[in-house]
């Protein structure tokens, strides 16, 4: 019997299959497999410079792939670009500051949604995860403070209302009550929307507290997989990420 899988349940929303990929010689993500089904949160952990950055920038078409598939719904979209993607319901919050500092607030939304009646429509959205962006609509998005900037990103991602979303590091600098709030924003918008989200972490207290699955990424490739739910899971994933 073939070890290749030949289907997929058909609630699968992204399958990736033997994903390697890179920058110059020698490849940073390595013959990477997962899929993930809508409602779903896998967990993409790693020490720094292990590829999960890399993983989600080629999943969005801004890393060439050089083997294997990204299948979203089905439909094989490797190697195609970064807008023709988003198209396909996928919103991508990067690592780095991604938002447009000379904007507004506001006008970094809108760069979300395709028109104003809809920007109209879903603040609602983003006045339910985060008041406090709605409030500052208009201010200069390059004064909002560190934390709100990182709010503004993921409201960015929700106003779209995606499908996928792919999340690096948005735990990363805040302080533990945002990081609990970011946490309530996620497992709410799983339930209501049943978004699949593929969340890069290394804070493994928030990432056991939103994910369903984990995935360890070890130079590039996938060491060890599991269910957040199994009991040792947690002291397993602490060894992985010690440095
Ligand atoms: N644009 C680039 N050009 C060349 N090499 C790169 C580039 N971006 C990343 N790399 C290299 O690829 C490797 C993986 O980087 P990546 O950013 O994917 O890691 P990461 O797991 O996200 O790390 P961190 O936890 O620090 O964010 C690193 O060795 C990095 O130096
Ligand atoms: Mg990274």
Known sequence: MSAVRQFEPAQTVLAVEGLTSGYDAAPVVREVSFSIAAGEILVILGKNGMGKSTLLKTIM??????????????????NRQPHLIARHSVAYTPQEYAIFQDLTVEENLRLGVANDT????????VEAAFPRIVERLHQRAGTLSGGEQKMLLLSRGLIARPKIMLIDEISEGLQPTMVAKMAEVLKATKERNGVAVVLVEQNLPFALSVADRYAILKIGEIVERGDVAHADTAATLEEHLRI
Do not use: M, N, P
Request: net charge neutral.
């Open 118 to 125: 809809l920007l109209k429509e879903r603040l609602e959205d």
């Open 61 to 78: 078409g801004f890393v060439r792939a050089s083997a294997g598939k990204i299948r979203l719904a089905g439909e094989d979209i490797t």
